[in-house]
C-alpha cells in the first residue's frame, strides 16, 4: 500500500478514498482535510465518477478523529492561524459531505470516533461491521461534540444524542444501526464483496436507487444493542431540562449503567458539558448550516481557553489522565462565560459559499 496519507483512486465509476494513517488510528490531519476537499469538489464535476466509497486502512480503525497533538504543537508554538485553518477546512468539509450530490458511502469497520464521523455520518450510507465502534469522546479533552454532531446526534432516538454527546459512551455495531449512525450492518468477511457489488452498481441508470439495493442485500440483522435495551433509561435519566437534574436523576437511579454514567460525566471538563448540553438541547431541529457555522463559534472559543489544551495534556502529550478543570466543578461554571462561547464572532465566522 502507498505510503501517502490518502490513497485516492478510482476505479470505473467509484471513486475510493481510503485513509492511510492506521498507526495513529488513521487520525486526521490538517493536509488530509485539504486532500478530501480538494478531490471530492473534483468528483462533483466529474460525470465518470458516480459513487464514492470511503474507508480506513487497517483493520483497527476507520478513522479516530483529528490529530488533536499537532493542535497542541500549533499552540506552543504560537501559530492560533494554523488551528483555525483545521477547524474552518474541517467544518467546511464535512457541510461538504452533508449536501455531496453523489452517492457517498462509508464503510466504519473498526473506531469512528469525532472527526471520522464527521466524514462518515454526515454523509449519505454508512455501513458497520462487527468491529465497529462509535463514540463522540470530545468532552473528555475539554471539548465538545463538533464536525456536525450539533445535527447527527440529534437525529439519534430520544436522548440518547445527549447522553453519548456529554458521557463519550461507545455504541457497538448493533446499537449504531439502532441510532442511525450506521443505515447497514455487513460481516467483515462480506466486504470485498460488497465492494464488488457497489462497483457494479455505480454502473447502473439510476446509482442511488441501485445502491440501496446492494446495501439492503448484504445487511445482515445485527440484533438488539445494550443501549437499544436500555432506551427506556437513557429517556428517564437524560430527559431533565438541566446537567443537575441529569445528575439527580442518575444518583437516583442505583442501576450500574446509571453510576457509570455518573462516573463518566464526573471526570469531564465541566465547561465542555455545560456548553454540549446547551449546544445540543437548543440544536433539535436546527439546519445544518446554521449547526455547523455555530459549532466553528464553539471550536474558536475553546481555542482560545484553558481546557481544550489541558485535555490534549492529560490524554496524549503527558498520558497522566488527569487533567485539571478549571472551573472543576460544575458549579463553578459561569453562565455569562458559557453565553460568551455562542455569541457570534467578530469578523471570522464560518464561510459557507
Not at 466504519?108 to 455520518?121: P, Q, R, Y
Amino acid at each position: 500500500m502507498s505510503d501517502a496519507e490518502t490513497i485516492i483512486s478510482q476505479q470505473g465509476g467509484v471513486g475510493r478514498i481510503i485513509l492511510n494513517r492506521p498507526k495513529v488510528l488513521n487520525a486526521l490531519s490538517l493536509a488530509q482535510y485539504h486532500d478530501l476537499t480538494r478531490i471530492l469538489v473534483a468528483w462533483e464535476e466529474d460525470d465518470s465518477v458516480r459513487l464514492v466509497v470511503l474507508e480506513g486502512a487497517g483493520e483497527r480503525a476507520f478513522c479516530a478523529g483529528g490529530d488533536i497533538r499537532a493542535v497542541w504543537d500549533a499552540q506552543k508554538r504560537g501559530d492560533h492561524a494554523f488551528n483555525h485553518d483545521i477547524f474552518r477546512t474541517e467544518y467546511r468539509l464535512n457541510r461538504r459531505i452533508h449536501r455531496f450530490p453523489k452517492p457517498y458511502v462509508s464503510l466504519l469497520d473498526g473506531i469512528c470516533m469525532g472527526g471520522g464521523a464527521g466524514l462518515s455520518v454526515n454523509g449519505g450510507w454508512r455501513v458497520a461491521t462487527e468491529r465497529t465502534q462509535f463514540a463522540m469522546p470530545e468532552t473528555g479533552i475539554g471539548f465538545f461534540p463538533d464536525v456536525g454532531a450539533t445535527h447527527f446526534l440529534n437525529r439519534c432516538p430520544g436522548r440518547l444524542g445527549l447522553y453519548l454527546g456529554l458521557t463519550g459512551a461507545r455504541l457497538g455495531p448493533a446499537d449504531c444501526v439502532w441510532a442511525g449512525i450506521a443505515t447497514h450492518f455487513v460481516p467483515v468477511e462480506r466486504l470485498e464483496a460488497l465492494r464488488e457489488a457497489l462497483a457494479l452498481a455505480s454502473r447502473a441508470a439510476d446509482v442511488a436507487a441501485e445502491v440501496e439495493a446492494t446495501l439492503a442485500r448484504f445487511h445482515v440483522d445485527p440484533g438488539p444493542g445494550p443501549m437499544a435495551l436500555r432506551r427506556d433509561l437513557v429517556e428517564h435519566c437524560f430527559g431533565g431540562d438541566s446537567l443537575d437534574g441529569i445528575i439527580d436523576a442518575l444518583r437516583a437511579d442505583k442501576s450500574e449503567w446509571a453510576w457509570d454514567s455518573l462516573e463518566a460525566l464526573t471526570g469531564r471538563s465541566p465547561t465542555s458539558l455545560t456548553v454540549t448540553f446547551r449546544q445540543l438541547t437548543e440544536g433539535r431541529g436546527m439546519a445544518f448550516d446554521k449547526a455547523i457555522a455555530r459549532e466553528y463559534r464553539l471550536a474558536c472559543r475553546f481555542l482560545a481557553g484553558r481546557d481544550l489544551y489541558e485535555g490534549i495534556r492529560a490524554q496524549v502529550v503527558d498520558k497522566d489522565r488527569s487533567p485539571r478543570w478549571s472551573p472543576a466543578n460544575l458549579s463553578e461554571v459561569d453562565d455569562l462565560a458559557v453565553e460568551a462561547y455562542f455569541s457570534p464572532l467578530v469578523g471570522d465566522e464560518l464561510p459557507l459559499p
